[in-house]
C-alpha cells in the first residue's frame, strides 16, 4: 500500500513538471506537459494562411490575407505565390502561452523558413547571408495545449524549401512523396 502511494506521488509531482522553452531540434520536442496550466487566449485567433510559388514550389504562410507574397520575390527570381488554403488558427499578438514564430525568407532561392527558436533563427541568419529576419509571422503555443495540434516543420533539401503543416495526411505525403525529411514541430496552432 505504502509503495503505490509513493508512486503515485512520484507520478503526480512529474506531471507538474515545468515545461521549459522549447527549441527546435527534434530531440527536444514535447508534444504534451499535463501539468502546464495556461489561461486560454480570450483574443480571436486569425487564419495563418499558405501561399505557394508553383514555379519554386516554395511556400510562405502569412495572416494577412491581403499578402500575395510577392514582396519577397527579388528580380532575379520568377513565378509569384498564390493561394494554397489556411494551415492552422494562430495569434498576431503574443496571448497567454504563446511564444513568437520567426519568419526568415531566402533572398535567393524564395525560401521562408520559420521557428520559434530565437537561436535557430540567429543560426539560419549566420549561417546564409542570404536570408533576411522578416519578423514575427504570428504567435504560436509552444506546447499543446488549448485544443492546438503540432504544425509540423518538414524541409526538402534537393530544392531547399520547408513546408509547414498540421495536417498529419499531407505531412506524411510530402516526405513519402516529394523528397521532405528532418520532421519538427514548429509550434502549435488551433485547428483551421
Not at 509513493?6 to 530531440?27: E, G, I, K
Request: charged share 20%.
Amino acid at each position: 500500500m505504502k509503495s503505490l502511494s509513493v508512486l503515485a506521488a512520484v507520478l503526480f509531482c512529474s506531471a507538474h513538471v515545468r515545461a521549459a522553452a522549447l527549441p527546435d531540434s527534434a530531440a527536444a520536442q514535447v508534444v504534451f506537459r499535463p501539468g502546464k496550466r495556461v489561461q486560454c487566449p480570450q483574443a480571436d485567433s486569425t487564419p495563418l494562411f499558405r501561399r505557394i510559388n508553383t514555379e519554386s514550389e516554395h511556400f510562405l504562410y502569412t495572416t494577412d490575407a491581403a499578402d500575395d507574397g510577392n514582396a519577397h520575390v527579388t528580380e532575379s527570381q520568377t513565378g509569384f505565390f498564390e493561394p494554397d488554403g489556411v494551415t492552422g488558427r494562430v495569434f498576431t499578438t503574443a496571448q497567454s502561452g504563446t511564444v513568437p514564430l520567426y519568419h526568415l525568407a531566402h533572398a535567393r532561392t524564395q525560401d521562408h523558413f520559420y521557428t520559434r527558436d530565437a537561436q535557430a533563427r540567429d543560426r539560419a541568419l549566420f549561417r546564409d547571408a542570404a536570408y533576411t529576419d522578416a519578423g514575427v509571422a504570428a504567435w504560436v503555443f509552444a506546447t499543446r495545449v488549448c485544443g492546438a495540434i503540432p504544425l509540423w516543420r518538414v524541409h526538402n533539401p534537393v530544392i531547399g524549401a520547408h513546408f509547414y503543416t498540421a495536417d498529419p495526411a499531407e505531412r506524411d505525403d510530402k516526405m513519402r512523396n516529394d523528397g521532405y525529411e528532418g520532421l519538427v514541430i514548429a509550434g502549435f496552432v488551433l485547428r483551421a
